[in-house]
């Protein structure tokens, strides 16, 4: 299905969430759908999306779905895998589909982290947007695929991204997302980076996705903000506050507290 034909109309969709079902909030239907593969859930071109998981088991649930909704819609599909062979990802997908033809087709590319985030030896977010933004234009210029799926899975093991560089990446990426027709979810090990990481998460996606759950991400700070914040240190006492009200909605959602 081309991205030209997923126009479904407009509307606000609230799905009910049961052991097996995503639950979307306040999510706004519109033009422009791309399933995300599990549970009927839709995101929107453009869209920046974190996942939170543990382990490869619970990474497969999202990865592995969202890649063969997008394969079976004609979309070109990229995944950077951290610490898994790429040819792991694509035998997973072979129980679904012809893995091997997407894959000489160039339909789906599945690469290994280093080769994209560690070509200059060392991590850096300018160097990886814009592997991001030739990887686009490639596909863009083949003219084959009218939208673009890409999932980057994040666990410290091939590489570990310095903090500081992995925080202007995923802000800066809010500016290039809507430059292509495409949505990108990055895929975090929660026990790999620990929970110090999900303030800076929630920061830098303007949605998030924990196990079976799509939210609307209330703390989303864009890029030119959150930067400036962190070059200023993000400190002082309005900043603790904001960072401890973060957390505890994280807690909240994340444990069906509210």
Known sequence: ???SARGIGAGTAFLSCSSNQLLL?????????????????EAELGDHICGLYRGESQRDQVLIPFLEAGLRAGDKCLCVVDGTDPTKIVRTLEA???ASAVVDSKQLE??????IYLRSGAFSADEV???WKAAMSDVMYDGRFDAVRAVETWSRRDVVPDAKELLVLESEMNRYLPLFPQVIVCLYDIDRFGGGIIIDLLKSHPRVLVGEVLLENPYYQAPDEL?????????????????QKA?????????GST
């Not at 962190?230 to 904001?242: D, F, I, R």
């Not at 957390?247 to 444990?255: L, V």
């Open 25 to 41: 909030i306040g999510w706004c239907v519109v033009s422009n759908g791309i399933t995300l593969g599990v549970s009927g859930i």
């Open 129 to 131: 947007i814009g592997a």
């Open 227 to 243: 930067l400036t914040e962190a070059a200023q240190g993000g400190g002082g006492v309005t900043a603790n506050s904001e960072i």
């Open 110 to 115: 599945v690469i290994r982290a280093s080769d």
């Open 1 to 3: 299905m081309s991205a």
């Open 96 to 98: 679904r589909l012809d």
């Open 247 to 255: 957390a505890q909605w994280y807690f909240d959602e994340t444990t």
